[in-house]
Structures are given as C-alpha cells and as structure tokens.
C-alpha cells in the first residue's frame, strides 16, 4: 500500500471505500496495531503506536473495533452479557469480580442501546448474523470511548436493524463526541450519513466530501472505467459500485 | 485380562486408611481438576492435539535424562517448555496444517524416546510405567507440587480471564483491546508444558492429554456460561480422578486407564444431555 495519509475529526463519520482487494481491511488493522506495521507512522488520539502495535493502555481503551467477521466455531460457553463485560473491563490483571456491579450496568445499558437486552444469556455461537454484529457494537459501546472502528459493520442487518444502528452512530458522535470511522461497500448509507469519505484502492485516490468523493468522475478513478452500480429498491438511489466486468 | 473379584467392604475402609491410596486420590483429585481448568481454555484455543503432543514430547526429556544420566525430574520441565515453545512457532510459522505437523511432532518425539529408552535400559522406570503413569506411587511432595501449581494455575486464569477468553474468540479483536496476544499465548503453552510434564508421572504420556481434552469438552456441550464451563470441567475432571482410582482399587485395574474410562462414560452423557436439551441456555 503506497501514499496513504489521512487524519479523524472528533464526532466525524469518515467512511472508506474502495473495490474488494483494495486494501481497507488491511488498512484499518494496521492502523489499530493487529497487523505489524513495515512503515509509516500511526498516532492514534494522539499517543504513536508502536510498529508492533503497542499503545498505552489509557489510549487504547478509548478504541473500539468491530470487525467484518468474527466466526465462532462449535459451542463456545460464553453468553452475551459475559462478552459484553469484557468490553467494560480494562487491560491487565484484574480479578473477574472486581467492579461488578459497575459492570453489570453499564451491559445492561450497553445491551439496552443496541436492543439485545432480550440477548443477554443467550451464548454468543447461538446468534445470527445480525444479532453478533448488534451484540459486537454493544460491546464497543458499553464503556465511553473516542473512536471505533467498524469494518462492513452493516453487513447482514436486516434494513430496520440497519437504521438503528445508524442512528445510534448519530449519536456516539454528538452526544459523545466519537469520531468513526467505517469500511462500508453501501454508497447510499455512506452518503446519506458520512461527514468524509476516503477512497482507497491500493494507494489514496480521493479524500473529500461523499459529493466530491462520490461524483462520477471519483468513481471511475476508483473502480475503473464502466464501473456498475447497484440500485437499493428502498432507497431508490445508487447503493454500491463494482468495478467493471472482464 | 479378568479383573479381581470386588474386595469386601472392610478391605475398601483399610485400602482407604493406607498413606498410599490416600496420596493417590489426592493426587487424582488434584490432576484431575487442574487438567479441567486448565483444559478449558485450551480446548476453547483448539490445543488439545497440542497437549496431545507435549506428553508424548515428556518421554522424550525423561529419556533424554536417562541417558545422561541426570534426574529425569530435572530434564522434564525445562525439555518440555523448550519443546512447547519451538512447536507453537513451527505451528504459528508453517504453511503446514496444524494437526499434521503436530502429528510429525509426537509421534516422531515417541518414536525417539523408545529407541533413546532402550540406550538407557535398566536406568529407570518401565516403559510401560512411563506410557500410562502410575499414580499409586506419587510422594508426598508430588501432591504438594500439584496443590501449589493447582492454586497457582487457578490464580493465573483468574487474573487473566479476559485475555484467555478473547485470545479463544479473536485474537485480532483482542489486540484491539489491548491484550498482548503473543505473550499470552506463549505463557499459556509454558503453563500447560509445565501441568503435562508434572501430571506425567501419575498419569502417564499416553493419556495425560485426556485429563486435558475430555472433561473440558464434557463440560463445553453443557455449561450455560463461561465461568460455569470452567468450574465444571475443573469438577468433572476431579470427580472422575477421585472415582475412577476407588475403581481401579475395587477392579484391581490400571488406574490411568480407568479415569480415562469414567471420562468417556461422562463425556458421552454430557453428549446425550446436551441433545435432549436438559441445560440448554435460555433463548
């Protein structure tokens, strides 16, 4: 990945976009240390990250990710509440029943934000689709934090879902001053709600408003001549774009 | 091989009173629970045929100790951590499937540690006493080992709970919560190194790996949440310890094997259980 450079505005949305391969994954994990870093410099709140991923852990728990695709594979004995509050917990050594109490409000409330209260002693590998991802937002939300991070977070949610989950983005930012930043393929959803948008396709092509980053001529830089767009029947407007078939 | 008819009742009450046998279930009691917790995590990480490995890799540091004429105790425990460190890099670092270079690894440790024992004939134990542990001859201080390492693994666990179960789940989502995940992973292979190589002696290289994998995954197919999960593969696995030795006293069997026995047995009705729902987590 060459050129890439970009900052996040506290109560932004910023969303990245860019054709399947481009890199924005790859991209987002390097920023957040899961992948180590060969170049380039990385300050999150205003702290570095190490090229092995390191922050202080003051900084670090002011960072949520929610990312594209966590599978769970057999029976895993661990209930939604019980993931949630790990969510709540702070790094390091730490006995389990150490502010329990703490903890089990800030879930209820979590769960209740991101209505999965009905959840809450479900296991976590007997979800839908839909339900994981609401849950994995709960589990962003449930202590105050300054940026998250959601990768295709609004894949797999049915459209209600979808607008509550918006919503609730809404106001993270604010209420609470989040900045956000999303991967997401809905064009529609990025430019209806996106304050930015950073196209992404090996290298930076355009960082701008979703009109500028978004207009015709932005697109065929970014997915390449005769890129298609899809129609959302319930929008009525271009939803996502793919690059141009062989 | 026909077992012994049973003892009558009064034999058992002596059998019981022996220092011996009492050290043995206590030592069941504690090897079993400790193979549970820690078992819990490690089948939730997909380690079992990595336990698997760490017993069969145990006989070759006992042979190893054997021939060269140092305490096999004192080889056993450094060999077995090394051992369990250059694996989870072969297995982090090659394009191979995990299960197939964990299936080079132990059988060819064994394979070694068979030819090493015959250079070393006469200079230790059985074989057979090596394959399948012999829990009726643990000292005092062997159940003093495994008490200390029980509370320090329960502590352990303890104060890690959150990086054990987000490692299990993500790792990419728990670095992004500010666990070290390859220093927790590390830690986690030394600490199972360390368990396998004490509870070899009691229990043996063939079977060590199931007072890890079993009860552990008894206890998977029923627990409604996690810390139930942990408390009932550690209960399970004591259970079965304490239980199969009054067994294998009353049969006249090995012991090893009669643990392992009762484990399956329960297993099989965490198995049939957990089909018909009986603690099912509610919806």
Known sequence: MLDVSFSLNPETDTALVGPNGAGKSTLVQALLGILPRQAGEVRLLGAPLSPQGQLPPAIRAQVAYLPQQLPISGRFPLTVAEFVGLGWEPSGLRLPWAGRRGRQAAVRQALARTSCSDLASRLVSALSTGQWKRVLLAFCVVRPRRLLVLDEAQAGLDPQAAEQFQSLLFDLRRSEGWAVLQISHDLDMVRRTCDRVICLNRSLRCVGSPDHALSPPQLERLYGRGYVLYHHHHHGAPASATPPQP | ?283
């Open chain 2, 1 to 283: 091989m026909i077992p012994a008819p049973l003892s009558p009742p009064g034999d058992w009450l002596e059998l019981l009173r022996l220092p011996f046998m009492q050290r043995a279930l206590l030592a069941g009691l504690l090897s079993g629970g400790l193979g549970g917790l820690l078992g819990s995590v490690a089948v939730l990480r997909q380690l079992s045929f990595f336990s698997d490995a760490l017993g069969h890799s145990a006989l070759l540091g006992i042979s190893l100790g054997l021939v060269l004429g140092v305490e096999p105790n004192l080889v056993l425990i450094p060999f077995a951590v090394l051992f369990a460190l250059v694996v989870a890099q072969l297995v982090e670092r090659s394009r191979l499937p995990s299960d197939a270079l964990l299936n080079i690894v132990y059988s060819s440790s064994l394979a070694t540690a068979v030819l090493v024992l015959r250079l070393a004939a006469g200079r230790g134990g059985s074989l057979e006493q090596l394959l399948f542990g012999d829990i009726l001859a643990v000292s005092n201080r062997d159940v003093l080992v495994e008490g200390v390492l029980l509370v320090a693994v329960l502590l352990y666990l303890l104060l890690t709970r959150r990086s054990q179960i987000l490692v299990s789940l993500d790792p990419g989502l728990a670095i992004s919560q500010g666990v070290a995940v390859p220093w927790q992973r590390l830690l986690f292979v030394v600490v199972l190194a360390v368990v396998v190589a004490l509870s070899i002696k009691a229990v043996g290289v063939l079977l060590v790996s199931a007072f890890v994998v079993i009860p552990a995954c008894a206890a998977r197919l029923l627990a409604p949440d996690f810390n139930r999960y942990v408390l009932l593969a550690s209960g399970l696995g004591a259970g079965c310890g304490v239980v199969g030795l009054l067994l294998s006293g009353l049969f006249n069997l090995p012991s090893g094997p009669c643990v392992v026995i009762l484990q399956l047995l329960v297993f099989l009705g965490a198995l049939l259980l957990s089909s018909r729902g009986s603690w099912r987590p509610s919806a």
